[in-house]
């Protein structure tokens, strides 16, 4: 079954604590994306790659860091930098034939 | 700097009704567009993606349709069910950065 995994589904995280965020794909994409969703909001870029060993901020890249060691896995850190946390939390991967975005369940992260 | 509204955002119609929803986008330099279903809680689910040379594709009871010069997509849904439920977000790639910019969805539900 070809598709992304996102994990945990849920997160709790204490003020002052890093948290990591996994993401996984067995689509053979190179192009790996982060966004955030907020009530009332549009998804919002955190970070993305296009390629092992490289990825690039987005429009709200601070207080979050991110690896891309291998094709399959892009996980995502939200550090104690991070003022705001709490939120809804997608990965993406994208097709390079038709740039057709595909994505994961998501992880709903709280800080308590 | 590219934005998308999606206007209602909210909408309730009676099981079986024909409907329309709308997705607009202020600048015409566009790659792809695409429009996804989102359940609550859930990940986004890809429904259609419309190329910039193309002006319309269709999926089962989906019909989307693009007009690039006018900044504008429909997405139409024939014959509504409940099962339509769901909020409908769409999303331009911008031609210029190759990243895409969401609307923030019409909460859509159909009435039994």
């Known amino acids: 079954d070809g598709g992304i995994t996102q994990s945990p589904k849920y997160l709790f995280r204490k003020e002052g604590q890093n948290v990591t965020l996994s993401c996984e794909q067995n689509?053979?994409?190179?192009?790996m994306y982060w966004y955030r969703q907020d009530p009332g909001q549009g998804l919002r870029l955190i970070y993305y790659s296009q390629i092992v060993n490289d990825f690039q901020k987005g429009d709200i890249a601070e207080g979050y860091s991110v690896s891309r060691e291998k094709k399959e896995s892009f996980p995502l850190t939200v550090t104690s930098a991070q003022k705001n946390p709490t939120a809804f939390y997608l990965c993406?991967?994208?097709?390079?034939?038709?740039?057709?975005?595909?994505f994961g369940p998501g992880t709903r992260l709280t800080v308590l | 700097k590219q934005e998308v509204t999606q206007i209602p955002a909210a909408l309730s119609v009676p099981e079986g009704e024909n409907l329309v929803l709308n997705c607009s986008f202020t600048d015409s330099a566009i790659y792809n567009l695409q429009w996804f279903r989102q359940d609550p809680g859930k990940g986004l689910t890809s429904l259609l993606l419309?190329?910039?040379?193309?002006r319309e594709q269709t999926s089962g009871r989906l019909n989307a349709s693009l007009d690039k010069s006018s900044g504008r997509s429909t997405l139409y849904i024939a014959a509504s069910q409940p099962g339509d439920s769901a909020t409908y977000l769409c999303a331009v790639e911008d031609s210029g950065t190759y990243k895409y910019i969401f609307g923030t969805g019409t909460r859509l539900k159909v009435l039994a």
């Open positions: 993406a991967s994208q097709d390079s034939a038709y740039n057709e975005q595909f």
């Open positions: 689509l053979n994409h190179d192009a």
């Open positions: 419309i190329q910039s040379s193309q």
